[in-house]
């Protein structure tokens, strides 16, 4: 995870605790998925592999186009904030 962040956004991250674990369907493929959470250890992004980054709340984020996997941890995040 470490590797792909300074890949993807050219910043260093420590990688936190396991947040969610759930299995997805794809193209007859099951997958398991694993998020974490995830320090960021430089706001200094370069942007390789995409062209822009945004910041969302957990509920802007519900409005936006997204995997159902994704909505997986998406679900998780907000139940855990609900949660306290």
């Given at each position: 995870m470490k590797r792909e962040f300074l890949e993807e956004l050219g910043v260093p991250v420590e990688v936190g605790e396991l947040v969610?674990?759930?299995?997805?369907?794809?193209r007859g493929r099951r997958y398991r998925l694993m998020a974490f959470e995830v320090l960021l250890l430089s706001h200094d992004f370069?942007?390789?592999?995409?062209?822009?980054?945004?910041?969302?709340?957990?509920?802007?984020?519900?409005s936006?186009?997204?995997?159902?996997?994704?909505?997986?941890?998406?679900?998780?995040?907000?139940?855990t904030v609900r949660e306290g």
């Open positions: 969610h674990q759930g299995e997805f369907t794809n370069c942007l390789g592999e995409h062209q822009r980054l945004n910041w969302f709340s957990l509920e802007e984020a519900q936006l186009s997204m995997a159902g996997s994704d909505r997986q941890i998406l679900a998780a995040l907000l139940q």
